[in-house]
């Protein structure tokens, strides 16, 4: 179904060797998921991924928002 041989999956599966994202596709679409779903507890995000997401995702908002941000932040 998706277009690789049962010994390449294998392989994968046992972790014997990396998967292709186009193979990785072809097997979210055959099992009707999603390659978050398939790859969901496979990866954590470091402390500095984590913290440059957050840097990035302040950066959308204004001054007044940071502000009310940094205040929950303390209260947490």
């Known amino acids: 179904m998706v ?3 049962p010994s390449h999956i294998s392989n994968v599966e046992n972790a014997h060797t990396k998967v ?3 193979a990785l596709l072809s097997i979210a679409n055959a099992l009707n998921t999603t390659i978050d779903y398939l790859l969901a507890g496979q990866y ?3 402390k500095n991924t ?3 997401a957050i840097l ?3 950066q959308k908002f204004d001054d007044e928002k940071k502000e009310r941000i940094l205040k929950i932040i303390e209260l947490m």
Do not use: T
Request: charged content about 15%; hydrophobic content about 45%.
């Open 20 to 22: 292709s994202l186009v």
């Open 44 to 46: 954590a995000l470091s």
């Open 3 to 5: 277009g690789c041989n």
């Open 50 to 52: 984590l913290d440059s």
């Open 56 to 58: 990035k995702a302040l």
